[in-house]
Each structure stands twice: as C-alpha cells, then as structure tokens.
T-cell receptor
Framework: GAGVSQSPRYKVAKRGQDVALRCDPI?????LFWYQQALGQGPEFLTY????????KSGLPSDRFFAERPEGSVSTLKIQRTQQEDSAVYLC????????????FGEGSRLTVL | KNEVEQSPQNLTAQEGEFITINCSYS?????LHWLQQHPGGGIVSLFM???GKKKHGRLIATINIQEKHSSLHITASHPRDSAVYIC???????????FGKGTKLSVKP
C-alpha cells in the first residue's frame, strides 16, 4: 500500500502476556518513529530508527519494551509481560528524510490489557 | 509545565466561523508540525514549518520563532473539520517530536 500500515489494529491481552505490534512504513522511508498515546493525551515518543539503526530509545518506559527494525523496513514493537498501564494506542510514523522531513502516520494499534 | 502547550483544550464553533488554535513551546526547535487526528486514531500531517506562514486550502499556519508561538487558523469552518488538532515540535539531534495534548474542535452545522 501507499501509506504506513500497522497491525493488528486492535489487540486485547491478558496481564502478563507478551504482544508484538508491527509497522510497515512507506517504502524507502529512512526514518521510523514509535509513539504511545494514552486515552485523551497527546502521543509520546518511544523510539526512533534510522534505517536499521535504533538511534534513540529514550522514550521506552521500561525494559519490557523492545523495538527492532532488522532490515531497515518493517519494524516490530514488542511488549513483554504486559501491564494495565500499557493500554494505549501505539502509533508508527515514517519519514523519507533523516531528520526534518514530513511525517506519515499509521492508523495505530490499540492495545487493551485486561 | 509541559514543553508544548496548546489552547484552547476544547473548542466548539458554528459552521462558517473563523477558528484559531494556539501553540506555545519552551524548547529550541528545528520544525513545528500541525497534525489532525480523527476519532479512531489516524493522524494526518497538515503542516510542517520552521518560519513564516503556510497556507493549504482553508488552513493557514503561522509561526513566530522569537516568541516561540504558532497558530493554526481554519477559515469558513465546516463540520468535517471536527477533529483533534495537535501541535508537535521537533527538537533534539534526532528530530524527536514533542506533542501538545491537542485541541478538540467540534464544528456544528
């Protein structure tokens, strides 16, 4: 497709389960960002990739969160031993430019942890 | 205090009204983005600007770097403009975005 694709769109997990969220950026986009958006709040930065290199992971809230982009294209955000406070929409965005380009967002993956 | 502050938090307007949403920030930035988010989560980038003014259709965005302030204007508002409008600034060496909490706009017919 032409846009940023995320899957699954909705995920319900029991507390303690591991989840994996996928992001397919626009082909050729160098930069990829993950954001977490809690209900009623603005998105918050989680991590940034430039091609396959994870250049910034300062926003990951705990060591239960892990992201990868092994071939510089598709990225996976993994959350281990999910907690209720992990419930949020996880947004992926990509950009053609290294730093300052326009961002294209996916529809998000809504995670609900019971 | 948040690094990016938006006002108002909520805004209700009648169709046809001129709308202004404000964004103030406290950090050094390389660019400022205005984003639109419809119910269901999808975010669309409206503008990216680092100086001056940009216009696209009925939307106008301005930024004053010295005052660390930006405004988003919507002329002749329409119910389909109802959405959350988010201001985000790009700061830091890697260009991470810092988001405001958003302004929820509702335009009544």
């Amino acid at each position: 497709g032409a846009g940023v694709s995320q899957s699954p769109r909705y995920k319900v997990a029991k507390r303690g389960q591991d989840v994996a969220l996928r992001c397919d950026p626009i082909s050729g986009h160098v930069s990829l960002f993950w954001y977490q958006q809690a209900l009623g709040q603005g998105p918050e930065f989680l991590t940034y990739f430039q091609n396959e290199a994870q250049l910034d992971k300062s926003g990951l809230p705990s060591d239960r969160f892990f992201a990868e982009r092994p071939e510089g294209s598709v990225s996976t955000l993994k959350i281990q031993r999910t907690q209720q406070e992990d419930s949020a929409v996880y947004l992926c965005a990509s950009s053609q430019a290294v730093r300052y380009g326009e961002l294209f967002f996916g529809e998000g993956s809504r995670l609900t942890v019971l | 205090k948040n690094e990016v502050e938006q006002s108002p938090q909520n805004l209700t307007a009648q169709e046809g009204e001129f709308i202004t949403i404000n964004c103030s920030y406290s950090v050094g930035i390389s660019a400022l983005h205005w984003l639109q988010q419809h119910p269901g989560g999808g975010i669309v980038s409206l503008f990216m600007l680092s100086s001056g003014k940009k216009k696209h259709g009925r939307l106008i965005a301005t930024i004053n770097i010295q005052e660390k302030h930006s405004s988003l204007h919507i002329t002749a508002s329409h119910p389909r403009d109802s959405a959350v409008y988010i201001c985000a600034v790009r700061s830091g060496s890697q260009g991470n975005l810092i988001f405001g909490k958003g302004t929820k706009l509702s335009v009544k017919p």
